[in-house]
């Protein structure tokens, strides 16, 4: 049963954190128990205001996985060395969300409606053996990643609230629409959040059938090195510049092949993950709020550090289990080379958890299992120290034309209902 103590922190504990941070301001957030021990070990005094159990989606074994979950109210200044806490224990993160208020929080720890969990359930995924997938898969050029990781990586940082955060926001926005170029049914909008500087940016490829539902494929295009100011140097290549160099690779080649889909397609670079999956923590409640058909979503968080003997690992929490069987049978069909394994990263680990909690069915391809790359979260995050060609995230952004394709369906053709 969840227990519930609506009581603030004491403003004891609030004056002893902001004697350590004097510009702090509280923030609530969710964590999982994992997270939440290592807030302890950092801060002995740190409590939580509600638990509850949650669906963890499933267990590397397949078996049904619940967790604890709790809410917290924390200083901002904190969360850095959280993040840094969680990485050291799990490997990825930030571990954490952040929420507008206590209640905010606790609502987003309750059961889902039935009727919305019956639609993510309910979405029938099989492979449709488009002819057309083995060809342009084939297309997709490591060389092309390797230019966008490079380039991202090369602003100072990426970080949600540095003027570099906003440059590389814009940034993508302008190679995405010079892909685009003078295609009327495909748009690049930047989606402006609420409380700082950098936006998401959405490419909208606009569906034949728009009745059939919405396809979302995303990365996050921020980075962090922790506690990261205007001027720190934080390169993100790996994290998450890869991801975002994988979708826009995949992208390229869609739209030099004129691709014309059934549903409408997103590719989405999400602002503010490292700071609790800010950016898509938004877009993911709109879209429930208007109460949008999404099909399936594909998240692209780290894609070119091999840390593990297998290509790709499922991330099987805290993601849905009959769309991470598609995936795998997508990869079988198309990408028969790749060896397909399964992994967990625990609550709130990427933008996949968004969705997940808006009742969409979210899937999670990731670079490694247990070896992530040791240099994530550091100013050695470069590309020097993953794939310098980038054949590892070469493999994802396959993947990820194989998923927009067979998932989105192509104009004209029968899609999958």
């Excluded at 670079?367 to 794939?387: C, F, G, K, M, R």
């Amino acid at each position: 049963m969840p227990t519930l103590k609506p009581t603030r922190l004491s403003a004891a504990l609030g004056g002893m954190l902001l004697t350590a941070a004097a510009h702090a301001t509280p923030v609530w957030i969710t964590l999982g128990d994992t997270a939440f021990r290592q807030l302890q070990r950092i801060d002995a005094t740190a409590t939580a205001q509600y638990s509850t159990s949650v669906d963890a989606g499933k267990a590397a074994d397949g078996a049904a996985r619940r967790e604890t979950v709790h809410v917290v109210e924390i200083d901002d200044a904190r969360l850095g060395e959280l993040a840094r806490a969680v990485h050291r224990t799990r490997g990825h993160g930030p571990g954490y969300v952040v929420h507008d208020s206590f209640d905010d929080a606790r609502q987003a720890l309750q059961p889902l409606p039935a009727t919305l969990a019956k639609q993510a359930a309910a979405s029938a995924y099989t492979v449709s053996n488009v002819p057309q997938i083995g060809t342009w898969v084939q297309q997709l050029q490591a060389s092309n990643i390797v230019g966008t990781i490079t380039s991202l990586s090369g602003f100072t940082n990426r970080y949600y609230t540095t003027s570099h955060g906003v440059a590389a926001s814009d940034w993508l926005a302008l190679q995405w629409k010079q892909l685009a170029g003078s295609r009327t049914d495909i748009t690049v909008e930047q989606f402006s959040h609420t409380g700082f500087p950098q936006k998401s940016v959405i490419l909208t490829i606009r569906g034949s059938d728009p009745a059939a539902g919405t396809v979302v494929l995303g990365g996050h295009l921020d980075s962090t090195v922790g506690r990261t100011t205007e001027n720190t140097r934080s390169p993100g290549a790996d994290d998450d510049a890869s991801g975002i160099a994988s979708l826009t690779e995949a992208l390229r080649v869609l739209l030099a092949n004129n691709y014309r889909p059934k549903r409408t397609i997103k590719f989405v670079g999400y602002a503010a993950e490292e700071a609790g999956l800010l950016g898509s923590k938004a877009i993911a409640k709109q879209f429930r709020t208007q109460n949008a058909n999404v099909v399936g979503v594909l998240q692209l968080d780290m894609t070119n550090y091999k840390g593990d003997p297998k290509d790709i690992y499922l991330i099987t929490d805290y993601t849905n289990a009959a769309q991470n069987t598609y995936v795998k049978n997508l990869a079988s069909t198309y990408l028969p080379e790749l060896a397909i394994g399964t992994s967990q990263c625990g609550y709130a680990c990427s933008d996949h958890a968004s969705w997940n909690a808006q009742g969409y069915p979210a899937s999670f391809p990731f670079e490694a299992d247990q070896n992530d790359s040791p240099y994530i979260h550091t100013v050695n995050d470069t590309l020097e120290n993953s794939d310098r060609q980038a054949n590892h995230a070469l493999k994802f952004g396959k993947l990820a034309l194989a998923y927009a394709v067979d998932l989105g369906g192509i104009a004209g053709a029968t899609v999958k209902r």
